[in-house]
């Protein structure tokens, strides 16, 4: 483990982003497996879809860059189901990605979601305070996010197309005047 994060998976077995819940009251979480054990963090509907278009910028980016190791990338294809049971180790608050270079590998950085003690302030890292966790993973399981994430934030309440609201049992259409 790392000084500067609590959790620092290098090499993850798998990771996968799932929810629990009914539509209109799911909660989205992140799950990143190492040796048998599991990290979960609870993430928000769109840190997960802004997660997946950012990784897919970055790959697009990693195909011209590392041509060598980010062209004719194949998922990984492991288990999009979340292991059970799961203790949220922390609500996300924001996500940083990078590449490691040398190693080939896309890097996420997790933030805890609202801590406002100083005293943990990691000024070297330019890191709001709070738990942080960073978890190494390869090109191809960086690609089934990308292509698995869009799935699961669609899989909630359709949207009204009037309006673009969730529609459920109380939706009231401002541009239908007050009707589905």
Not at 4 to 29: H, I, K
């Amino acid at each position: 483990m790392s000084d500067r994060f609590a959790y620092d998976l290098e090499d993850v077995d798998s990771v996968m982003v799932g929810t629990v819940g009914p539509p209109g009251r799911r909660s989205f979480l992140l799950q990143a497996v190492r040796d048998g054990r599991a990290l979960t963090v609870s993430l928000e509907k769109e840190q997960a879809a802004a997660m997946a278009a950012g990784l897919a910028r970055l790959l697009n980016l990693l195909r011209r860059e590392d041509p060598d190791h980010a062209t004719d990338l194949q998922p990984a294809g492991g288990s999009r189901d979340l292991l059970q049971p799961y203790e949220e180790a922390f609500r996300v608050g924001s996500i940083g990605l990078g590449v490691d270079d040398k190693r080939h590998r896309v890097l996420l950085v997790l933030h805890e979601l609202g801590l406002d003690d100083d005293d943990e302030a990691d000024v070297d890292l330019d890191l709001p305070p709070g738990v942080k966790a960073r978890l190494a993973l390869r090109y191809e399981q960086a690609l089934d996010l990308v292509q698995h994430i869009p799935t699961v934030v669609a899989g909630g309440r359709p949207n009204c197309p009037a309006c673009g609201e969730p529609l459920d049992e109380g939706h009231r259409c401002q541009r239908r005047n007050g009707h589905h």
